[in-house]
């Protein structure tokens, strides 16, 4: 009954298959082994982007950092929601690798920034000179620290409202997969169709033992993304194994096979929940992470159960035991149903 976090779940099966393989023998390093020429066609054939620039870093805070340290020069700011994960969980690091460059935040609903508070917030900022910072790119992350999911559309008035400035827009996708099979389109939809210009197409929340993709629709920033990975310790000499697992990931639609099973993890959960009639949803939730309340009691059954997740808000000792405390559940794609259903047992008691 694990349901902290999907970085906590198991590597699948076949990504270790895929490592035992890639250690046979000996392979270029750097990237520039022959697994990696085959993850750069198969991520563009994904994103039907054949000029795409493709990399691998380790992990997400890499990828987001170094991707926007890419796109923004430390004399500006990027736009990203109060409960992005660049704000909330990276220490930091947009700010170092970007050399300085601010985050500014635009409030949100549902953790989702709106069209219209995107730009009065980029309005606002550059009307300063030079003593103010310089608009920089927009940072969208999908899924949302809140489990809520952007559509399509939203993705796009976002996007076009960036381009109104002349700003290019960035896609955290630690949760990429999830996103996808919950709006059920294509990666180039949820993409640079939809005005993106750099994702982070995760993969460790969803299978992997540690690797994330870095995509540039335009190739002019390939070399500098480069350089800037190689200068930040992140380029791996035995890349082999980083590309092999992404190989594998990519391979008969793993990745979508797990992120569906996540998925439907948690919506198993949330529909138990829910009819409890104890519990009620915070966000409405839409991919693999869920935010509920119900009473003390309840969290305190669960937890001399064995159960594992964030209790968000509330202290879980406590006197009353009818006070709702928030929790934060989030499904990988190994727990299963019979998982879900012992953890809304031990709910029940």
Not at 103 to 113: H, R
Not at 130 to 159: C, K, M
Not at 239 to 245: D, P
Request: charged share 20%; glycine share 10%.
């Amino acid at each position: 009954m694990f349901f902290a976090s999907d970085n906590a779940g198991p590597a699948h099966p076949k990504v270790m298959e895929a490592l035992v393989r890639a250690n046979d023998g000996h392979a270029m390093p750097y990237g520039v082994d022959p697994i990696m020429d085959d993850v750069r066609t198969m991520i563009r054939d994904q994103f039907e982007a054949p000029e795409a620039a493709v990399y691998l870093v380790a992990t997400g805070t890499a990828a987001n950092a170094i991707a926007l340290g890419t796109l923004a020069q430390p004399w500006e700011t990027v736009f990203c929601s109060p409960e992005a994960h660049i704000h909330e969980d990276e220490c930091n690091a947009p700010e170092f690798f970007t050399g300085g460059a601010k985050l500014t935040l635009v409030p949100s609903i549902d953790a989702k920034m709106t069209p219209d508070a995107l730009r009065k917030s980029i309005a606002y900022e550059g009307g300063r000179g030079v003593h103010g910072p310089q608009r920089g790119p927009v940072s969208i992350t999908q899924v949302t620290e809140r489990g809520t999911v952007y559509s399509l559309d939203e993705l796009g008035a976002l996007t076009a409202v960036a381009r109104e400035f002349g700003l290019a827009t960035h896609l955290d996708g630690a949760r990429f997969a999830n996103a996808l099979v919950a709006l059920g389109c294509t990666p180039a939809e949820m993409t640079w169709k939809a005005g993106i210009d750099a994702v982070s197409f995760g993969g460790t929340k969803n299978g992997l033992l540690g690797v994330e993709a870095v995509i540039f629709f335009d190739p002019k920033h390939a070399w500098e993304f480069e350089l800037r990975r190689k200068r930040g310790a992140h380029l791996f000499s035995k890349h082999r194994y980083l590309s092999a697992q992404m190989q594998a990931y990519l391979t008969d639609g793993l990745w979508l096979e797990t992120a569906r099973l996540a998925n439907a993890n948690a919506a198993h959960l949330a529909k138990g929940l829910t009819d409890s009639n104890d519990a009620q949803m915070v966000y409405p939730p839409q991919a693999n992470m869920i935010f509920a309340e119900w009473p003390r009691e309840g969290h305190q059954r669960l937890h001399d159960a064995g159960a594992v997740y964030y209790v968000w808000a509330g202290e879980l000792k406590g006197d009353d035991p009818a006070e709702p405390l928030q929790a934060r559940l989030v499904c990988d794609w190994s727990i299963g149903a019979d998982g879900v259903d012992r953890f809304l047992e031990a709910l029940r008691g």
